[in-house]
């Protein structure tokens, strides 16, 4: 049986829960040690994983940038960088996006009816597999376990993170709670609206809590839930 990988959510928002606002800019949220934490943590990780709507929109990276921390990945025998990993159902995807030419490997996890779209967009620059006709995360967690990835980082968007937490497949929740508010309603938030394991009164086990200069970071055990 494949055993599927530790699931990290990872996420910086606004006191009100936004992950951005609806300027063009990218909302700064996190700190520069902040970010360095989130450096350790996909340090630490097999794979990262985001999803292609927020690859369209932030067009980012997505490395450890420390050389410190690739030189001890190598050191321990794994690849200087982790997987990085997108998933599509549309298969509307850019090859001159940053994810393709920065870091190591690249894998896409589509479905039956893009993966030929994509294969034929990103030629040599990613693996394209499908799970099937439907886009389920129970399957790409399956596939990635079968690649020998232990330990997934997931670094969002908001629409993955709620898929993730509602069919109660994260182990960890990471929040970076920024001390700003947005109150713009169209804006993309953490979490959306969904059925959530043990309803609204099922209280999470805190791993910990720290103050990151101005940031409150708090970890999460979602599936550690009481009623």
Do not use: C
Request: glycine fraction near 8%; aromatic fraction near 4%.
């Amino acid at each position: 049986m494949t055993t599927r990988p530790y699931v990290i959510l990872s996420a910086a928002m606004s006191v009100d829960g936004y992950l951005d606002d609806t300027s063009p800019d990218r909302l700064r949220l996190s700190n520069e040690p902040d970010f360095d934490r989130v450096d350790q943590v996909r340090a630490e990780s097999d794979a990262i994983l985001i999803g292609a709507n927020t690859m369209r929109l932030d067009n980012p990276r997505l490395l450890v940038n420390s050389a410190k921390r690739r030189a001890q990945r190598v050191a321990e025998g794994k690849p200087e960088y982790p997987l990085k990993v997108t998933v599509t159902r549309t298969g509307d995807l850019s090859a001159d996006l940053k994810f393709w030419h920065h870091g190591g490997d690249k894998l896409v996890v589509t479905v039956d009816s893009a993966v030929e779209k994509v294969r034929a967009t990103l030629g040599e620059l990613a693996d394209v597999v499908s799970v099937g006709p439907e886009l389920e995360w129970g399957l790409v967690l399956d596939e990635l376990g079968r690649r020998g990835i232990k330990r997934l980082m997931v670094e969002g968007g908001g629409t993955i993170h709620t898929q993730l937490m509602a069919q109660n497949l994260a182990d960890e929740v990471h929040l970076a709670i920024a001390p700003l508010l947005v109150g713009q309603p169209e804006a993309a938030r953490f979490l959306g609206t969904a059925d959530y394991p043990g309803g609204s009164t099922a209280r999470m086990k805190v791993l910990e809590v720290q103050a990151i200069d101005d940031v409150v970071f708090v970890r999460y055990a979602p599936k550690e839930r009481t009623v």
